[in-house]
């Protein structure tokens, strides 16, 4: 796979052309490509969001209307916390997936976080419900108006386990850690700069944020991500970033990718 996306590779100056050095004047990259005939949605976190959720659902069904190819969407993790729907952002998603569309599910860290709970709520992770699972419980049920430092951890997660739907938790545990697809790479937050897609540390793919985003370095794929808010999506030459905090700001952005395409698609915008 690496040996046929070296062919798209092509050159390109990083930016800073005149007055750099001819080393980063050598610096390549990728090819933005897809296979012929297919359209690829990403969309980014979610958050708990289920309106803006079924708001871009809407806006991708109509965008891919008169689109005769093969479509697939991929979700970049983070469906869970600080919105207050999170468990309605999974039923959707297990129970209503976009018609005629493959789909892929990454694994975000805030579902890591909260499959980390169920397993050891008492150790690392009760770490979860000081960044969102709160509310993620709530959403279920569990613990409404009465979680406190001093609950008991043991019997919130138990209260958890009871209350979540066994379809959720197979979800949860299916979620991919990324996936590859023509000279692209999606992945929650990023990739550890020269280290090969195959080697990449679990943590780093689901949590890193300066070492890979302040990185010009050209990556294997082009890298697309969520996790590190922007106020508008970066589509740079190296990677995409598209979590544009839907929970707060009510835009959640999805990248289309179509041959050598990129472009955005965005609630919130008429
Ligand atoms: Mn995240």
């Not at 297990?94 to 805030?110: D, R, S």
């Amino acid at each position: 796979m690496i040996k046929l996306l070296k062919r798209w590779l092509v050159g390109s100056t990083s930016g800073q052309a005149e007055s750099d050095t001819e080393e980063k004047d050598t610096q390549v990259h990728v090819t933005p490509y897809l296979p012929p005939d297919r359209r690829l949605y990403c969309i980014g976190d979610i958050h708990g969001r289920l309106d803006l959720l079924e708001e871009l659902h809407a806006i991708i069904l109509a965008d891919c209307a008169g689109f005769d190819g093969s479509r697939i969407v991929v979700y970049l993790g983070d469906y869970i916390d600080r919105g207050a729907q999170s468990k309605q952002v999974l039923d959707l998603l297990i129970e209503q997936p976009l018609a005629c569309f493959e789909t892929v599910y990454l694994l975000g860290n805030h579902e890591h976080a909260m499959l980390n709970f169920l397993k050891n709520p008492g150790g690392i992770g009760a770490a979860w419900l000081s960044f969102g699972g709160q509310v993620t419980c709530m959403s279920y049920g569990v613990g409404v108006g009465r979680i406190r430092l001093n609950m008991d951890l043991d019997q919130l997660r138990n209260e958890l386990a009871d209350k979540l739907p066994q379809s959720h938790l197979d979800f949860l545990n299916t979620m991919r850690h990324f996936y590859t697809e023509g000279s692209y790479c999606f992945v929650h937050a990023g990739i550890r700069p020269d280290v090969s897609i195959e080697d990449q540390e679990l943590g780093d793919l689901l949590w890193i944020r300066d070492e890979f985003t302040r990185s010009r370095s050209c990556h294997e794929f082009i890298v697309v991500h969520g996790h590190t808010i922007s106020l508008e999506a970066e589509l740079l030459p190296n990677r995409i970033g598209i979590d544009t905090g839907a929970y707060q700001t009510g835009l959640l952005t999805a990248l289309v990718l179509e041959g050598s395409d990129q472009r955005l698609l965005q609630t919130g915008r008429d």
